[in-house]
């Protein structure tokens, strides 16, 4: 068997000697200065150049951290962004209300990731059709635990009371850990509620934006006006 010899390892005076041989190297490569761990020979006393190199490295870690993260959230709203324009167009094929039904009930599941997702309407039952969802009208008492959602015509999120899961997710409420509760708001007014369930508890949390989930609350709000207005 043909055996290989193992490379040379380098020594410090190998690299002191080629730094010394190529005295630009550093100045053609900033970002390896910066890397460095450079001391001043004075001792207990800390150098005031070593210090500002200090406060310097911190400052450039910190700048790192605050880019990361900014990216990381442009990376999650552009894929919140895509997935809210494939569900709008969804809703857009729908052409009927149960379709529009379906088309949220998948869109949310598929593209957003949702355990559970449930669909209270509003108004007159008959106005409903025979879906496979509740209507209730404004005033019923059915309604009590969820009317500052319909008052607020806003999105919320967070750890929902147990009857406000209850009345929406029904016997799926005892495994929703955290939910967004979305009003779904047209011109007519608001045509219902959207409850987006998780089986994470932070999943969901109060002070978490809801620019998309007003987005979409105003998407299906107005998809559903439009075909309940047809078919009555």
């Known amino acids: 068997m043909q055996q290989t010899n193992p490379e040379p390892q380098l020594t410090d005076e190998d690299v002191a000697a080629w730094l010394e ?52 959230v442009a990376r999650y709203n552009d894929r919140i962004g895509a997935r809210l324009h494939q569900l709008t167009l969804e809703l857009m094929r729908a052409d009927a209300l149960g379709a529009v039904v379906e088309a949220l009930r998948a869109g949310l599941r598929e ?3 949702a355990d559970a997702v449930a669909l209270l309407l509003l108004g007159e039952p ?13 005033d019923d008492d059915q309604l009590a635990c969820l009317n500052s959602f319909i008052m607020d015509r806003r999105p919320r999120c ?3 009371q147990p009857e406000q899961l209850e009345r929406l997710f029904g016997n799926s409420a005892a495994r929703i850990n955290s939910a967004a509760i979305v009003p779904l708001i047209a011109e007519r ?7 987006i369930g998780s ?21 299906a709000g107005e998809a559903l006006a439009a075909h309940r207005r047809r078919d009555a």
């Open 199 to 219: 089986h994470l508890a932070d999943r969901f949390h109060e002070g978490q934006g809801t620019v998309y989930l007003g987005q979409l609350g105003s998407l």
């Open 21 to 72: 041989a190529d005295p630009q190297f550093l100045l053609r490569h900033p970002g390896v200065m910066r890397r460095l761990e450079l001391r001043h020979d004075c001792a207990p006393a800390v150098s005031l150049i070593e210090r500002q190199v200090q406060l310097l490295r911190h400052d450039n870690e910190r700048l790192r951290a605050e880019l990361k993260d900014l990216l990381a």
């Open 158 to 160: 967070g750890r929902m």
């Open 126 to 138: 008959e106005q409903a059709g025979a879906l496979p969802v509740p209507c209730l009208p404004e």
């Open 111 to 113: 593209g957003f990731q």
């Open 189 to 195: 007014g608001v045509q219902g509620l959207l409850g």
